[in-house]
């Protein structure tokens, strides 16, 4: 296949392009999930060497991203923006293969532009672009594994005979990302599972290949088990701890549940974000007949058979993570958006004649969706509301910090961390913390009970607060029940409940945080211990 440049040429560009649309986020402390596990996952490889955490909970996560990560910051030193800037590079090794991609299922150097372009500027993925989860490593080496997977040719497979391809770069690459991030399997075995139902279709003499390709699509299990027998030999959990296992698999098997879910994923792929602008322009595209040249030539298409495997993807992912992972974040389903968007230029570029005007406009979609935020709850993640969420966090610090050092605090979750840790970026020395699941009325009723335990509150907003509506987009009893949807006090209430002064608060139309502080005669005690030894 003719590419306009080598892929080592182009790589430099796609990550320039990176660097300077993100170069206002590369100095952010760590956020959420990155402040939960992974970053502290991989500080406890960096300076023990253990791939087992130390210093959290282990969730069984494989320890690639860890042992990357190190490995930086041995070379560059520990800080923030060392850790943006790696992850940058495996970002821009994702949109490599989108290029890659769309070059091998098309053709069309246009379409593999614009493919690339909205892949980058797609919120979901320009957010996850420097956040230290283990998805975008996932993401990336499961692009990477389809570029060697799918078939690259119209007509390659139609006649049932399939050619011959060298399969054990895909294989390699989806060892990569089951390393990464062990939910990546959904992909490989779904591929595999997709070629042994084709073989049932095919003539008996020529099942064989179908076998072949399935075989090499599950190699991957290997490595996944092999890191699975060395977490059970070094911590005689399998799947993690039994929270986390509970919390992501077991509880998540009812019915009702995994309709829900499956509603929320579907969503989530074809409408979350302004998604639905290129979808419905796919759809309404695909009302035309396809554009001829002059020698009645039609353009270039993905092939039927790259496409139902595009599809059953697509299928098989919505369908696993109903019923994988407690939190409906949409990080998980980050490799499937490429594909997305490959379909929809590619049907643009086949049967609209001004076609760029269609990725034009898909394209700005995205970017008002990076900025201006949909009217429904979404974790902040999944556009830029994550910098601002951490800008908020910082500056609430910052007046704790100024005001009352030294005190202990209530708080929820990811605030617990951000004071405690100080290799988080938030605070030089650590506080001591009274942990609250969140500020809700139960929540805050039980840190009343114990009013000795803290000297100030820091509270903030826990979910999105989106425009309310006279009417639900879901069923509030459902997202209660089963997606942990839940109503904050605010700070006034909170304060008036624990019998403490507002002494700070910061408001606007997406978070607010608040410094509440307690005056008792109980707190008037020394920290440091009586001299006995005289």
């Not at 059970?232 to 993690?240: I, K, P, V």
């Not at 270039?300 to 939190?327: C, D, E, H, K």
């Amino acid at each position: 296949m003719d590419e306009p440049l080598p892929l080592w040429m182009i790589f430099p560009v796609i990550f320039a392009a990176l660097y300077l649309t993100h170069w206002s986020l590369l100095r952010l402390p760590y956020f959420w999930d990155e402040a939960g596990y992974y970053i502290p996952a991989a500080w406890d490889f960096f300076r023990t060497g253990s791939l087992i955490p130390l210093t959290t909970i282990s969730n069984a996560h494989p320890p690639l991203p860890s042992i990357y990560l190190a490995l930086w910051w041995k070379v560059c030193g520990f800080h923030p923006e060392v850790t943006r800037e790696a992850i940058l590079i495996v970002a821009s090794m994702g949109l490599l293969a989108v290029w890659r991609l769309a070059m091998k299922l098309n053709g069309s150097p246009q379409v593999a532009f614009w493919t690339l372009v909205l892949t980058g500027l797609y919120p979901i993925w320009f957010a996850q672009s420097t956040l230290a989860h283990a998805d975008i490593f996932a993401a990336a080496a499961t692009l990477w594994g389809l570029v060697y997977a799918l078939p690259d040719r119209p007509g390659a497979m139609s006649d049932g005979k399939p050619g011959k391809r060298p399969l054990w770069p895909a294989a390699v690459w989806f060892s990569v990302a089951v390393l990464a991030k062990e939910t990546a399997i959904i992909t490989p075995v779904a591929l595999a599972a997709f070629e042994l139902g084709a073989a049932l279709r095919k003539p008996v003499a020529i099942r064989r290949e179908s076998y072949r390709q399935a075989a090499w699509y599950c190699l991957c299990l290997l490595p996944l088990a092999g890191w699975y027998a060395y977490h059970y030999s070094r911590t005689r959990f399998l799947f993690g701890n039994p929270e986390f296992l509970r919390y992501n698999a077991t509880s998540t098997l009812e019915p009702l549940r995994i309709a829900a879910a499956f509603a929320h994923r579907l969503m989530h792929l074809f409408l979350h974000m302004n998604m639905f602008v290129p979808v419905l322009c796919t759809a309404a595209a695909m009302l035309l007949d396809p554009v001829q040249n002059e020698a009645g030539r039609m353009r270039t298409r993905i092939s039927f058979p790259a496409q139902s495997r595009i599809y059953a993807l697509l299928l098989m992912n919505a369908l696993a993570f109903s019923v994988l992972g407690g939190a409906l974040l949409t990080r998980y389903l980050l490799p499937m958006y490429p594909l997305i968007l490959l379909v929809a230029v590619s049907t643009f570029h086949r049967r609209v004649r001004y076609w760029p005007l269609m990725t034009a406009f898909s394209a700005a979609a995205f970017l008002v969706a990076l900025f201006i935020n949909p009217p429904y709850g979404f974790a902040p993640e999944d556009n830029l509301t994550y910098a601002h969420v951490i800008r908020l966090h910082q500056q609430a610090i910052r007046q704790l910090v100024a005001r009352y050092p030294g005190s202990t605090v209530l708080t929820a979750w990811p605030m617990t961390d951000e004071l405690t840790k100080p290799e988080l970026g938030y605070v030089r020395t650590p506080f001591e913390v009274a942990r609250l699941e969140d500020f809700t009325a139960p929540q805050i009723a039980k840190a009343g009970e114990d009013p000795s335990g803290y000297s100030t509150a820091l509270v903030f907003s826990t979910k999105e607060e989106p425009v309310a509506f006279p009417f639900h987009l879901d069923s509030p009893k459902v997202e209660s029940e089963y997606f942990g949807l839940h109503q904050d006090l605010s700070a006034p209430a909170i304060a008036r409940q624990l019998r403490g002064d507002l002494v700070w608060e910061h408001t606007d139309e997406l978070e607010w945080a608040a410094l509440i502080r307690f005056h008792r005669s109980v707190e008037a005690q020394l920290r440091t211990q009586p001299d006995t030894s005289r």
